[in-house]
């Protein structure tokens, strides 16, 4: 009885509107014919308005089992299909999270050479890397230069080049007082 309710709730929008259209047609060829009641132009414009009001009022009706037909469609997709996973890329040019931050200095600190790591808060001069080569034969575009890092980030771990973290929002203590960002600034 209430299986395929969005095709039944079609189908009675249909047989309404030819309803309506019958009733009004009918309801105009009497008043034409029969002079007592009304005048053929009263007849001519109650079959017009009467179908046409007909014909669109069904609409409503039409789209609420279409909308309900494709809600069935989509309910039963989503039981067959579990949900895609999400891809979570990185920013180009930067490299996944290590799953412990290495506080340790790369280049440019004298605790670098001690193999001591670096104080907590302090960013860490990340080396730049070496650039590839662009030449090419000419068919395939040069690729585009690296994004230059200056510092890892103490909450993500992530290499940044802003003293605020584009992943994790946390603001990198001391970064406008690195080396590098001095020599940024000059």
């Not at 670098?112 to 575009?141: C, L, N, Q």
Request: with cysteine; aromatic share 4%.
């Amino acid at each position: 009885m209430f299986n395929n309710i969005g095709q039944k709730i079609k189908t009675l929008a249909k047989v309404l509107c030819g309803l309506g259209i019958f009733i009004s047609c009918l309801a105009g060829i009497v008043n034409m014919l029969r002079p007592e009641i009304g005048n053929p132009l009263t007849g001519l414009v109650l079959i017009v308005v009467g179908s046409l009001g007909s014909w669109v009022g069904s609409f409503m009706t039409y789209g609420i089992g279409q909308l309900i037909e494709n809600t069935d469609i989509l309910v039963s997709m989503s039981r067959q299909t579990p949900p895609p996973m999400p891809v979570y890329l990185p920013h180009p040019g930067s490299t996944p999270p290590s799953p412990a931050p290495s506080a340790t200095p790369t280049s440019g600190n004298a605790s670098a050479s001690s193999g001591t790591p670096a104080p907590a808060g302090k960013p860490v001069p990340v080396d730049k890397p070496a650039p590839e080569s662009t030449a090419s034969s000419g068919s395939a575009p040069a690729a585009r230069p690296p994004i230059e890092h200056k510092w890892r980030c103490d909450g993500c771990g992530n290499l940044i080049s802003e003293m605020v973290c584009p992943y994790c929002n946390t603001v990198t203590p001391g970064a406008e007082d690195s080396p590098a960002s001095k020599t940024k600034n000059s």
